[in-house]
Every structure is written in structure tokens, then in C-alpha cells.
């Protein structure tokens, strides 16, 4: 439900997330919570018409977390021991701007090549380790091949977030 996701998350959105819309109307109306209408520039600066809805961006947060302390127990073969911070260019607030950390991604995106992502289903997710300092390596993890999550230690702890959703 995102603009510059690929046709696979278009398809999904279309194929699944509809009927579970469909079959729970608490759902729908939880997920487009505050909908309006908005215009946004694409890539050749014109205008595009879309949707703006607020989410829940505390529930992203601990699901991206999970994600992250799961994807680096994989990896690495043992506990993350840090508290993690995430940031992503990919949600607007109501001024249709990022928040902080996510105009330190945009800036940070335009220092960085792409790296070769690890995971077997790019067209749907992607991720990659930065860095090879234990637990203060950076993830960046890439949904749809458009929706880009970094996840970030904070160096100022030495275990794992309490996370419950």
C-alpha cells in the first residue's frame, strides 16, 4: 500500500489484503484510520493523486524490531544485545514530510550504492548487514524493491528491547 513498491506488492495488496478487508471490516477501518486525499510528486516532478492514512507507527516499530532481532539471530547465530531504533524515508507525517531519522535515511540512501541485498525472494524482500562490528552492524531491509527500513543499534544498551505487540 505503498508508492514506489513494485506490480508483486500491487498484486498482493489487490489478491489478499482486500479480502481481509472484506472479510473484516474492523481491520479496514482500523488500517485507514484519518483517510484523505493527498497529491505527491513523483520521480519526474509531477503531481500524483494517492491516499494518506495514519498507522499505527508504534505497532510498525516493534514489528520491524522483531523483524530485526529475528533476521540477526539468523545470521549471526546469536542474540542482538541492543535496543534498536528504526527509521525509514517511507512514511510521511501529516505534513507529508519524514520525520527526523527519516531525512537521515533519504541523506544517507544518496551516500550509499545499493548493496547486494542477501534473500531469496527480491522481488518481495531484501536485507542487508552493514558493517562488522557485532551487535553495532546497521540492517537495511527492502520490501516490494521500494520500501526501504533501516534498523539501527542504540549504542547506549547492551540488551535486547522488551518488545510485546
Same mark, same amino acid.
Given at each position: 500500500?505503498?508508492?514506489? !513498491? /513494485?506490480? +508483486?506488492?500491487?498484486? *498482493?495488496?489487490?489478491?489478499? +489484503?482486500?479480502?481481509?478487508?472484506? #472479510?473484516?471490516? @474492523?481491520?479496514? $477501518?482500523?488500517?485507514?484510520? =484519518? ?10 516532478? #509531477? ?6 492514512? &495514519? ?16 533476521? @540477526?539471530? /539468523? =545470521?549471526?547465530?546469536? %542474540?542482538? *544485545?541492543? $535496543?534498536? %531504533? +528504526? ?10 514530510? *519524514? ?7 533519504? &541523506? ?10 542477501? $534473500? ?5 524482500? *531484501? @536485507? ?15 520490501? @516490494? &524493491? $521500494? ?6 543499534? /542504540?549504542?547506549? !544498551? ?8
Amino acid at each position: 500500500m505503498s508508492i514506489g !513498491t /513494485n506490480a +508483486v506488492a500491487f498484486k *498482493q495488496f489487490i489478491d489478499k +489484503v482486500q479480502e481481509s478487508f472484506t #472479510h473484516s471490516p @474492523y481491520l479496514a $477501518g482500523m488500517t485507514f484510520n =484519518n483517510t484523505e486525499r493527498v497529491y505527491l510528486k513523483d520521480e519526474k516532478n #509531477h503531481f500524483q493523486q494517492t491516499f494518506a492514512f &495514519e498507522i499505527d507507527r508504534n505497532r510498525f516499530d516493534k514489528i520491524m524490531k522483531k523483524m530485526g532481532y529475528a533476521l @540477526y539471530y /539468523n =545470521n549471526f547465530r546469536r %542474540i542482538w *544485545q541492543r $535496543g534498536l %531504533i +528504526v527509521a525509514t524515508d517511507c512514511l510521511l507525517n501529516r505534513g507529508m514530510q *519524514q520525520d527526523e531519522l527519516g531525512q537521515l535515511v533519504q &541523506e544517507a540512501k544518496k551516500q550509499f550504492e545499493l548493496p547486494p541485498f542477501d $534473500g531469496q525472494n527480491p522481488q518481495v524482500f *531484501q @536485507y542487508k548487514f552493514m558493517g562488522t562490528d557485532g551487535n553495532d552492524v546497521i540492517l537495511w531491509m527492502r520490501f @516490494y &524493491e $521500494g520500501f526501504d527500513v533501516f534498523i539501527i543499534p /542504540n549504542t547506549d !544498551t547492551s540488551q535486547p528491547d522488551e518488545i510485546s505487540v
